[in-house]
């Protein structure tokens, strides 16, 4: 007898048309990586084509491209593109920080238990140079990450390093609430919305971070290697990780290269990574957040929040432990086994052709537009094979 789930209308219909998914794939991985839709395939291999006839991608095109993609994530953000520089990963937006937010001696940094590594490492080789000190939010056992952060800030706090998602289970956090705390008592606020920028609403005026990185290839539905950093205005003087030469001022200028400039082009674009011109890598993540600010993140959160909010219903039915729904980000599921997931469980289901991670004790579930209610139905079977 398979497992039903009940269906209400979503706010964003099915988008499957849009992907290159077969029927029979259920892949509910969007957090591990985010398929290419079509229209970003179609945009990459017009990208490809300039690398074929490099006669037709004239010296501007270097520019142009990057600057429509720059423009359309700090839309996304609600921000200029002034704020916003083309970072290759996570971790390099996050050791941009790193190099450049001050930390005393004593001073210490707020991460949470067991987050991504990427907004750990950096966090501490910063730490160790400075003589400061990594504080650790324990997981807070009611599953409030938001109170939990905020009984953690101290007057030594400095540096909060969060996410809004937790990666490993979707726990929330209410950044507006927490970047407030920080701006009371001086600490800067960087964050790593790898796990939520896309499916999360976000809005740097409201939260006021001073850094915010995000990988494109998850939420974003991008390509890998191309993500997103926004640097506040007021470190936008800083050093960059590389010196490269398009990130020099007047470098749209190809004859006059080697006239070197000590000054950089404006605004953040100082920290953007050498040879962020690869068309098709650009023109990939262009089509994709196009189409994702063609949905509406607001609407986005919805539909996944009401399918996730069925998901968890019918998963506590069964037996598992679901985070609260107000703890839990809405894209986000992550069913946990009482007594450990069962060995080889992943792999199992996805000789099924169901597509989940584990992470600890729990199966992390996390869908997209282009899941259907037969996709769910087939995780509760195949979890029920277990
Ligand atoms: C929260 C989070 N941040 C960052 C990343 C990726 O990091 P990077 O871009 O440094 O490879 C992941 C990948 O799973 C992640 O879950």
Same mark, same amino acid.
């Given at each position: 007898?398979?497992? *039903? ?50 006669? *037709? ?88 990450? *938001? ?14 390093? =969060?996410?809004? *998602? ?8 209410? =950044? ?20 939520? =920028?896309?499916? %999360? ?147 199992? %289901? ?28 087939? =995780? ?7």
């Amino acid at each position: 007898m398979p497992n *039903t789930i009940s269906d209400n209308p979503p706010k964003i219909g099915n988008q499957r048309h849009l992907f290159d998914m077969p029927d029979d794939i259920a892949y509910l991985n969007c957090a591990y990586m985010g398929p290419l839709m079509t229209s970003a395939v179609q945009a990459a291999e017009k990208g490809v084509q300039y690398k074929v006839q490099p006669w *037709t991608y004239g010296g501007s095109s270097f520019f142009t491209y990057t600057e429509q993609l720059r423009e359309l994530a700090a839309k996304l953000i609600n921000t200029n593109s002034d704020n916003m520089a083309l970072v290759p990963s996570a971790s390099y937006g996050i050791q941009v920080a790193a190099n450049n937010l001050p930390l005393s001696k004593g001073g210490e940094i707020l991460v949470l238990r067991d987050q991504f590594p990427s907004h750990v490492y950096p966090w501490r080789e910063k730490a160790k140079a400075c003589g400061g000190n990594i504080v650790t939010v324990e997981r807070p056992g009611n599953g409030d990450w *938001t109170a939990a952060v905020l009984q953690a800030v101290s007057s030594r706090t400095e540096i909060l390093a =969060l996410p809004a *998602t937790h990666w490993a289970d979707g726990g929330y956090l209410d =950044l507006e609430i927490i970047g407030k705390a920080a701006r009371g008592i001086g600490a800067k606020l960087v964050l790593d919305l790898t796990q939520s =920028l896309g499916a %999360l609403p976000f809005n740097v005026k409201t939260v006021q971070p001073d850094f915010m990185v995000a990988a494109g290839y998850k939420w974003l539905l991008g390509p890998y290697t191309l993500g997103y950093l926004y640097v506040a205005p007021q470190w936008q003087d800083g050093a960059p990780l590389e010196h490269n030469w398009m990130n020099r001022k007047g470098s749209e200028d190809f004859a006059r290269l080697v006239d070197y400039q000590d000054q950089f082009q404006t605004g953040a674009r100082r920290f953007d990574m050498g040879e962020k011109s690869n068309p098709a890598q650009v023109m990939a993540a262009f089509a994709a957040l196009s189409q994702i600010m063609d949905w509406g993140v607001d609407n986005i959160s919805a539909t996944l929040g009401a399918r996730n909010s069925r998901v968890a219903d019918h998963a506590r039915q069964l037996g598992f432990l679901v985070v609260d729904d107000k703890f839990r980000s809405p894209h986000y599921i992550s069913l946990a086994y009482k007594d450990g997931v069962p060995g080889g469980l992943a792999e199992k %289901l996805a000789a099924d052709n169901v597509f989940v991670s584990v992470r600890g004790n729990s199966v992390r579930v996390t869908p997209h537009l282009y899941n259907t209610d037969t996709d769910i139905e087939r =995780l509760f079977d195949a979890l029920d094979k277990g």
